[in-house]
Structures are given as structure tokens and as C-alpha cells.
């Protein structure tokens, strides 16, 4: 299996936020992740399209992977495509019509997927399963960064890996919230491939170091 490092820029240097996103590219993440919050859907308030734009103007080209908490969620998904977004994740309970907002995320020629937090049905995935590039799943309340990994996550990879299975799809699984190194390897054992870390890369002195001992837990060579 292939696995990914996302990192999360919520808890980068806003200040210096175009070299610390080549930094921690250069020292071995795979992609970027936007943790789009806006103060309605979550109770914090983060990043627009013009930061995406931004970055891609500085020079990042890796994948940059954003996660909408909003509500609604359309506007800012042809906001996103058009600033250089890669993937985009919306919650199904904040927009009217899912399938629409899949179409729309698609037709702007990125990749889509549904966020699930602990708390949400697994039903959305079932009836949206034909329509998915990725699955993120929630291991915290969004809203903030630095949380602590909820234990029952592992619980509801398991279950989204059987309905995968079930399904017959490979549909990559992110997880999202308190991922450090002495949790990665569980979750990858349930089942995700895509591992979104912020705090525990960034509040590290030495990206390289933090990502190699991750990779080390995900036995990557």
C-alpha cells in the first residue's frame, strides 16, 4: 500500500507560510493540506482561496488537498478549483445537494470527497460510494488544531475499509486529527492510506526528522 503525508498548514507559521510549506514538502510530506473553516459550520475562522492561489503562486505544486468546513459549501468549491486546488472534501451535512456538489468538484477537474466526522452517518458513504476519489475521515471534532485522537476512530476506519471492501472499491482513506507517532501505525492498520498531521510536524524543530520517524511507523523503505 502506498501512504501519503498531508500537512496540515493550520498549524504552520502564517507569517513565513509559503517556505514553511517548501519546507516541510522538501523534508519528505507529499502534499498540502487546507483546513478550511469558516466560522458558521465550525466555531473558528481560518483560509480562503486567495492563500491557495498564493502558495501556488510561491511556487508549491504538490497536491494541495482542501478540506471545507463551511456551510454552504458550492461558491467555495469553484473558488478553490480555480486557485489550485487538488482535492476537495466537503461535509455532506452542510451542503444541500450532495451529488450536486460532487459533480461540481469534478467538473472542475479535481478529485472529491466526503468528510465524515465521529459522529456522522456511514449512510452518506454507502449512498455516495460511486462518486468518491477519497473518504476523509474526522479522528476529532473539527474546528480546531492540536486536538487529541479520539480511540473510537479506529473503530469507524474498520468500518469504512468494510463498506470499501464491500463495495469492491479502492477509495482512499485519509484521517484527519491527532495523528502522532504513537498512533499512525494503528490507524493504518484499520485501514487508511493518508495520514493528515499538522501539529506534529510543525511544532517539531525538524520536519525531516518527524516525517522520517512517521514513515518509520508506517514501515515505508
Known amino acids: 500500500m502506498t501512504y ?16 514553511e510549506c517548501k519546507n516541510v514538502l522538501h523534508a519528505g510530506a507529499d502534499r498540502i493540506h487546507f483546513d478550511v473553516m469558516d466560522n458558521h459550520y465550525v466555531p473558528n475562522l481560518t483560509v480562503g482561496p486567495l492563500v491557495c492561489k498564493a502558495l501556488r503562486n510561491y511556487g508549491i505544486d504538490a497536491p494541495i488537498d482542501v478540506h471545507l468546513m463551511t456551510n454552504p459549501v458550492d461558491r467555495l468549491i469553484e473558488d478553490f478549483a480555480k486557485a489550485g486546488a487538488s482535492v476537495i472534501t466537503f461535509h455532506p451535512e452542510a451542503t444541500e445537494n450532495i451529488q450536486h456538489s460532487l459533480d461540481l468538484i469534478k467538473k472542475h477537474k479535481c478529485n472529491a470527497g466526503l468528510a465524515i466526522n465521529p459522529n456522522t452517518p456511514f449512510k452518506y458513504l454507502e449512498d455516495y460510494i460511486d462518486h468518491l476519489d477519497e473518504i476523509l475521515l474526522m479522528s476529532v471534532n473539527p474546528g480546531f488544531a492540536g486536538q487529541a485522537f479520539i480511540p473510537e476512530s479506529v473503530e469507524n476506519i474498520k468500518k469504512a475499509k468494510a463498506i470499501l471492501d464491500k463495495h469492491k472499491k479502492q477509495i482512499p482513506i485519509a484521517v484527519d486529527g491527532g495523528i502522532k507517532l504513537d498512533n499512525i501505525s494503528t490507524v493504518a492498520k484499520a485501514g487508511a492510506s493518508i495520514f493528515v498531521a499538522g501539529s506534529a510536524i510543525f511544532n517539531t524543530e525538524n520536519y525531516s526528522a518527524t516525517i522520517n520517524a512517521f514513515r518509520e511507523k508506517l514501515l515505508i523503505r
Do not use: T, W
Open 4 to 19: 501519503l503525508l498531508s500537512a496540515s498548514i493550520l498549524s504552520a507559521n502564517f507569517a513565513n507560510l509559503g517556505e
